[in-house]
């Protein structure tokens, strides 16, 4: 299983895109996998074809009507690994002993 981090968001649409985001986010929930949204982007989790088709409707939902699309996106795979999207946050509150803000 593969974590992936991303923002998608047009780059000709003025300071309010919050609708923008908003249409990428109902693809990925449309999509079925595993995701946290986050104030700066979104964390999926997911089989690597399965997150790049999810990444590709996203831009082509935004790609419909606009001119500058940017995309800043992170992946993180590790081999027989499933459940991520939550277990690496426990792992670092348990050993911290703390209790973080997610």
């Avoid at 009507?65 to 939550?86: C, L, M, P, T, W």
């Amino acid at each position: 299983m593969t974590l992936m981090e991303f923002s998608i968001f047009p780059l000709d649409k003025g300071a309010s895109l919050s609708s923008y985001v908003a249409r990428a986010l109902s693809i990925v929930e449309e999509s079925g996998l595993e995701y946290r949204l986050n104030p700066m982007g979104t964390v999926v989790e997911g089989e690597w074809e399965d997150l790049l088709k999810l990444l590709t409707g996203c831009f082509r939902e935004l790609e419909r009507d606009s001119e500058r699309i940017n995309i800043q996106v992170k992946f993180d795979y590790r081999r027989g690994v499933s459940g991520a999207i939550s277990s690496k946050i426990k792992s670092v509150q348990e050993k911290a002993g703390a209790q973080f803000r997610t």
